[in-house]
């Protein structure tokens, strides 16, 4: 059963910072290059980093410079610290393979707000 469990998100003022955590249920999860997305309300879901076998990172343009993807193979798990936050930010945020997405989970929502 395939699992994608996220957390870490919360309300936050702007230019502040949150680190979410995915624990990811998934067989061969070092063979994967993994990804975070985001959905905004009335938005589609969109990506926003991913982390390739070699542990290169890459970015949106709207969080580059703000954001770093990490992965820990021994956990099966892949983190994102999130700096710097702004307003356009909030969103609920999941994990996921970065290609042939699998079921998503639920997420975790991150507002940024004063």
């Known amino acids: 059963q395939v699992q994608f469990v996220e957390s870490g998100g919360g309300l936050v003022q702007p230019g502040g910072s949150l680190r979410l955590s995915c624990a990811a249920s998934i067989s061969a999860f070092r063979t994967y290059a993994m990804a975070w997305y985001r959905q905004a309300p009335g938005k589609e879901r969109e990506w926003v980093a991913s982390i390739s076998l070699g542990d290169v990172g890459d970015y949106a343009d709207s969080v580059k410079g703000r954001f770093t993807i990490s992965r820990d193979n021994t956990k099966n798990s892949v983190d994102l610290h999130m700096n710097r936050l702004k307003p356009e930010d909030t969103a609920v945020y999941f994990c996921?393979?970065?290609?042939?997405?699998?079921?998503w989970g639920q997420g975790t929502q991150v507002t940024v707000s004063s």
């Open positions: 996921n393979r970065r290609y042939r997405n699998l079921p």
